[in-house]
Nanobody, 123 residues
Framework: QVLLVESGGGSVQAGGSLRLSCAAS????????MAWFRQAPGKEREGVAA???????PYHDSVRGRFTISQDNAKTTMYLQMNSLKPEDTAVYYC?????????????????WGQGTQVTVSS
């Protein structure tokens, strides 16, 4: 059974930084990507960044240059380093895994989801 557990969320002021972690267990061999999504109140869930086994790391335009996705060598923990945070980054952040091979930023492309962690950025 795949289990994804996010941590690292919190409240920061604009311009601050946070690092989110996603601990994965029971991960299916050969799965080709993991990703971070976020969902703000009243908005659809959107892809923030993804990490593919071939090294491709796409980002949402709004976070490119400020956020960095990475993974530990054992491929059991994925990270999202978030710098220069803005109030519009406020959302619940989710990690996702088990891609079906479709568009990286589509929530329907992922089979497994974590429970989410809240990120709040104040101005």
């Amino acid at each position: 059974q795949v289990l994804l557990v996010e941590s690292g969320g919190g409240s920061v002021q604009a311009g601050g930084s946070l690092r989110l972690s996603c601990a994965a267990s029971g991960f299916p061999y050969g799965s080709n990507s993991m990703a971070w999504f976020r969902q703000a109140p009243g908005k659809e869930r959107e892809g923030v960044a993804a990490l593919y086994s071939g090294g491709w790391t796409p980002y949402h335009d709004s976070v490119r240059g400020r956020f960095t996705i990475s993974q530990d060598n054992a491929k059991t923990t994925m990270y999202l380093q978030m710098n220069s945070l803005k109030p519009e980054d406020t959302a619940v952040y989710y990690c996702a895994a088990g891609s079906y091979g479709g568009v990286w930023s589509s929530p329907s492309n992922y089979k497994y989801w974590g429970q989410g962690t809240q990120v709040t950025v104040s101005s």
